[in-house]
């Protein structure tokens, strides 16, 4: 059995807050405490508050290449010029949609920036990701000791043919973000079909289905009970090399 | 808390299976039987299993558009052929891939037809998708009765921009596989950035962190703990309208 328990308590994380110490109290809270194998899972938000990534758009100045992209995708052009400065590569722009790689290697919408759900501080404000989210699980997997065997950093990503967003892992420390089973046979002995699972990903995806966006507000939990093993492996691992993009 | 049951005990899916009173047979096991809004989560694999949507590959005559088609993405032609059969339009063609969009919607690799974890019955044998995933779904849960107040036939996919697959909801009955929160607005009173949840594809994800693909081969789970509410929706909402395809 698996367990996706909700971390309570959490106040609103603030920047220069000591996230690993508000978590590791939050955790110390759970009945036992943290386990061998549980995962934490963070959403970005509360790692970016911490790290303080806001950015107020009254100080960002666009440049003609962020203009007319804001005029083509019908976006603020200050916005548009924070999303070209986190990203390598602009993948579609369209009226209402920019989807872009950002500089960690996703591809996603509007450079992974956030404009809800950022509490007091101004309209003007957004929250950019951690530019190395890998190095950001780790940094605070490290902090946590005993507290977080594995963690991710989740963000919830749309899907080019599904509709809705899912909670999908952009940094992992402490276990294999990709499970290979390439060359393994399947029961009956032929080469299996399907042989890479994002095991970070599907994670992400469970402890999303209590990390409500907007009505709890829920920004971490713990996901119990898997039998990973196997070396640690970042979730850098699941993303698919630019030379392997079957629709750039 | 949110648990995730791997139903346990089920034996090999064959043809002509009545797969309901298995899965109820199984259910029974649980401690206390099945709960309000339980998710049953099955695999498309015992589905199609127990509705004998077998082919033997033997049967198959290719024509000339699948013979191009095969020697194009170096594949059976037999096998292409079936998959433009399952489809009704091929989405991207090289080597080693042929992503097409099912007669369902859903657009995937290989037209969803499996290869693998097929049982005995010949090398040549492969397993079709059904073809209404959300009608399949809505049968299952009406034979399950009280079993399951929520049912969904999952199977995994790969992502265009993300290594891996993980798994998503083909079909779903007795709740909302897609979460519509356009218009609310977020706790600080800005409206969401994030307004649709894929909700059913969340739990799909969840259920396969137990359901193994070749190791355990657990081809069933319960989803516990969730609190939906509002009318069911099927799974088909999850599919992006082709009009809205930005990667056609």
């Not at 328990?5 to 036992?32: C, F, S, T, V």
């Not at 956030?114 to 990701?129: A, K, M, T």
């Not at 994002?198 to 469970?206: K, S, T, V």
């Amino acid at each position: 059995m698996i367990e996706i328990l909700p971390l309570a308590g959490l106040p609103e994380i603030r920047p220069g807050d000591d996230l690993a110490a508000l978590l590791a109290g939050a955790m110390a809270g759970l009945p036992g405490g943290a386990r061998a194998k549980d995962i934490l899972v963070v959403t970005q938000k509360i790692v970016s508050k911490a790290e303080n990534l806001f950015v107020d758009l009254e100080t960002v100045e666009p440049d003609d290449e962020s203009r007319a992209l804001a005029e083509k995708t019908r976006k603020d052009p200050r916005l548009v010029a924070l999303i070209l400065r986190e990203s390598t590569a602009v993948v579609r722009a369209i009226p209402g949609v920019l989807i872009t790689r950002h500089v960690s290697g996703c591809v996603m919408a509007n450079g992974g920036i956030d404009q809800s759900n950022l509490g007091p501080g101004g309209d003007e404000r957004v929250l950019l990701l951690p530019r190395d989210p890998d190095a950001a699980a780790a940094r605070l997997r490290g902090a946590l000791g005993d507290h977080a065997p594995a963690l991710i950093i989740s963000d919830s990503f749309g899907r080019p043919w599904r509709v809705g967003v899912t909670n999908v892992a952009i940094g992992a420390a402490g276990f294999p973000a990709l499970v290979d089973r390439r060359g393994a046979p399947d029961r009956g002995g032929r080469p299996m079909a399907v042989t890479q699972i994002a095991l970070a990903d599907l994670a992400a995806a469970a402890a999303g289905l209590i990390m409500g966006e907007a009505d709890e507000g829920v920004p971490a939990a713990i996901v119990r009970g898997l039998a990973w093993s196997g070396p640690a492996r970042p979730a850098a691992d699941l993303i698919r090399p630019v030379a392997e993009d079957l629709f750039r």
